[in-house]
């Protein structure tokens, strides 16, 4: 069943740019049925705007392209690792609704994009990654790549207008959404970053 359903991109800014939309558009809901084996139950929408192929470099400095990930549910949030709340918040969740689903975290894989890939190399990235759920995958990369990974999602980020230019501790404006993709890499839904852990892990057990 696939009813039609409104998609509305919920931000969390800073104060500057607070409520800026930045993506509206029409989606149909997941739909669930049978699949081969060691696929995804829950089928995202094949015509949604989000998501599709990009390359970028993982936490251990390695290549990695988009068709690697395929196979699993992925979880993925964008953000960067000097972020003082939002992001440390949403790992946060993400991680505890993993710990919450038992064995069956086993079919998600979560991701962090940085959207500060001159300060996020492999090496913080790891460190960074290392106070969260042990199955979670970094993802950095040259500004190119991750401008069009971000382009891909429909992430908003920028460096912030209340940062000096010479500032080393600037800060990043970006999106904070968690997306929820199927194993052939389709939009299913998404969760703001604050979805406390057990609705998340809730939501997420109901897909298998």
Same mark, same amino acid.
């Given at each position: 069943?696939?009813?039609?359903?409104?998609?509305?991109?919920?931000?969390?800014?800073?104060? $500057?740019?607070?409520?800026?939309?930045?993506?509206?558009?029409? &989606?149909?809901?997941?739909?669930? /049925?049978?699949? #081969?084996?060691?696929?995804?139950?829950?089928?995202?929408?094949?015509? $949604? @705007?989000?998501?599709?192929? %990009?390359? #970028?470099?993982?936490?251990?400095?390695?290549?990695?392209?988009?068709?690697?990930? @395929?196979?699993? %549910?992925? @979880?993925? &949030?964008f953000g960067f690792t000097s *972020?003082?709340?939002? *992001?440390? =918040?949403?790992?946060?969740?993400? =991680?505890?609704?993993?710990?919450?689903?038992? =064995?069956? $975290?086993?079919?998600?894989?979560? !991701?962090? +994009? =940085?959207?500060?890939?001159?300060r996020d190399t492999p090496t +913080?990235?790891?460190?960074? @990654?290392?106070? &969260?759920?042990?199955? &979670?995958?970094?993802?950095?990369?040259?500004?190119?790549?991750?401008?069009?990974?971000?382009?891909? %999602?429909? +992430?908003? %980020?920028?460096? /912030?207008?209340? /940062?000096?230019?010479?500032?080393?501790?600037?800060?990043?404006?970006? /999106?904070? !959404?968690?997306?929820?993709?199927?194993?052939?890499?389709?939009?299913?839904?998404?969760?703001?970053?604050?979805?406390?852990?057990?609705?998340?892990? #809730?939501?997420?057990?109901?897909?298998l």
């Amino acid at each position: 069943m696939s009813p039609d359903t409104r998609f509305l991109q919920q931000t969390h800014w800073r104060p $500057a740019i607070l409520g800026l939309l930045i993506l509206a558009g029409m &989606f149909g809901l997941a739909s669930t /049925s049978g699949c #081969a084996p060691g696929g995804c139950t829950t089928k995202g929408d094949t015509k $949604a @705007l989000i998501g599709g192929t %990009y390359a #970028a470099v993982d936490h251990t400095g390695a290549p990695l392209e988009s068709t690697q990930l @395929l196979g699993k %549910y992925q @979880l993925l &949030f964008f953000g960067f690792t000097s *972020c003082p709340d939002i *992001c440390p =918040s949403g790992l946060t969740n993400m =991680s505890t609704a993993l710990d919450l689903l038992g =064995s069956d $975290a086993a079919q998600f894989q979560p !991701i962090f +994009v =940085s959207i500060d890939p001159a300060r996020d190399t492999p090496t +913080v990235m790891t460190e960074y @990654l290392s106070n &969260f759920h042990e199955s &979670f995958i970094g993802l950095t990369g040259t500004d190119e790549q991750i401008a069009h990974l971000a382009k891909t %999602y429909r +992430v908003y %980020y920028a460096r /912030s207008s209340t /940062s000096a230019p010479d500032d080393p501790h600037y800060n990043m404006d970006h /999106s904070s !959404i968690i997306y929820v993709m199927d194993c052939d890499g389709h939009y299913i839904k998404h969760f703001t970053h604050s979805t406390n852990a057990q609705s998340l892990a #809730a939501e997420l057990r109901a897909m298998l």
